[in-house]
């Protein structure tokens, strides 16, 4: 089990790696030492794969426990369903003294990590991601929040977790469709670190598509201690942080109109190829290195597919995201491996085209 620490201003925490470690879940715990009264929000997927598993681990641990399953997809990620976790820590006498465990993907971290910011002025958080997605970007960093109405996670809070635990085990359940999400922030990561992790990544495409233990437990590795070293220097977002959002301003708007079919990291695998396109057509990004960067998440277009999509209207929620509070949309674009430029701002035709060139690529 490899153990990475991330460090903020607030709180250092330890990221645990490995393969099979569910069951250190108790020895880390008692090392961190969080408090016992457990409140599990559980992916209810995961909870009908893995029952025996938390049931062993909660047996031994707990004062006191309460699994509150939750049904994760972008649509419950709401006030309803913030509102009935909150109401469970009421009724079941939860106090200060409670630790919120998330168990499931980025949905039910985020939901189960703003829950536990806000419950009796933030109680201890644990994130146990089990999507690789949620493994390698979303359990790290402190990101938590709600959607409301069209605009994603407009409605949250920056709160670190005590603890993180991958079990990289748990990945082997995961349905194509959810291995491809986490494609898209592993490619995201690609073109943020170096070129010799992007060659990697490339290279490596296939084996990480059906979880080769040889090299996927190394990337999630690497991702989460970029992350960590990106948060560490800032956490709140206001300068170097906004580079994680690669491709992230063109996948909300293309996640929301839509309707969720597309799922948030197959639209950052769009987003990504949309944000090379606008990189390209502002001249940040040369030509002689655009084939190879757009071949990237091109390499995963057969794995996505849009029937259609109204430019007008991705273009619209753009705005309303918020990142874009004075209308102006800013983006992170490319102009290398490892040098990317925050806040840039377009025109809007360059901008429609941009969208409609990146998508065109996806439409089956
Ligand atoms: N997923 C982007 C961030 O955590 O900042």
């Excluded at 020895?27 to 938390?54: G, P």
């Excluded at 603890?163 to 494609?183: A, S």
């Amino acid at each position: 089990m490899k153990k990475n620490e991330i460090k903020t201003s607030g709180k250092n925490y330890p990221v645990y790696i490995g393969a099979n470690i569910f069951d250190s879940l108790e020895k880390v715990i008692n090392t961190k030492k969080v408090y016992r009264n457990l409140f599990l929000v559980v992916d209810k997927k995961f909870q009908s794969l893995h029952r025996q598993d938390i049931t062993r681990f909660t047996l031994n641990y707990s004062n006191k426990i309460y699994l509150h399953e939750y049904e994760a997809c972008e649509a419950n990620k709401n006030f309803e369903s913030l509102l009935r976790i909150l109401n469970d820590l009421i009724t079941k006498n939860y106090g200060r003294d409670t630790t919120v465990i998330a168990i499931g993907g980025g949905i039910t971290g985020d939901i189960a990590g703003f829950a536990s910011s806000i419950y009796s002025r933030g109680v201890q958080f644990v994130q146990i991601p089990t999507t690789l997605l949620s493994a390698v970007d979303s359990s790290v960093g402190g990101k938590t929040g709600i959607n409301f109405e069209e605009t994603k996670n407009i409605i949250g809070s920056f709160y670190q977790p005590d603890i993180v635990l991958i079990d990289t085990e748990f990945l082997k359940t995961l349905p194509d469709e959810e291995i491809i999400c986490g494609m898209g922030e592993i490619i995201k990561y690609a073109f943020l670190t170096d070129i010799k992790f992007f060659i990697t990544i490339k290279n490596n495409l296939t084996k990480l598509l059906r979880l080769d233990s040889s090299i996927t437990t190394k990337i999630v590795e690497a991702c989460v201690n970029f992350k960590g070293d990106v948060v560490s220097r800032d956490e709140k977002e206001s300068g170097l942080r906004k580079i994680l959002n690669f491709g992230h301003t063109f996948a909300h708007g293309i996640e929301i109109e839509q309707n969720f079919k597309v799922k948030h990291g197959q639209a950052v695998i769009i987003g990504l190829a949309c944000a090379i396109e606008l990189s390209k057509k502002i001249g940040l990004l040369e030509k002689s290195l655009y084939n190879d960067f757009i071949s990237l998440p091109l390499a995963l277009k057969d794995k996505i597919a849009i029937s259609g999509f109204d430019v007008e209207h991705i273009y619209e929620i753009m705005k309303r995201d918020k990142k874009g509070r004075d209308q102006k949309i800013k983006f992170v674009l490319l102009k290398d491996v490892g040098s990317l430029f925050v806040d840039v701002e377009a025109e809007e035709n360059d901008i429609l085209h941009s969208i409609r060139q990146g998508i065109s690529y996806f439409i089956k």
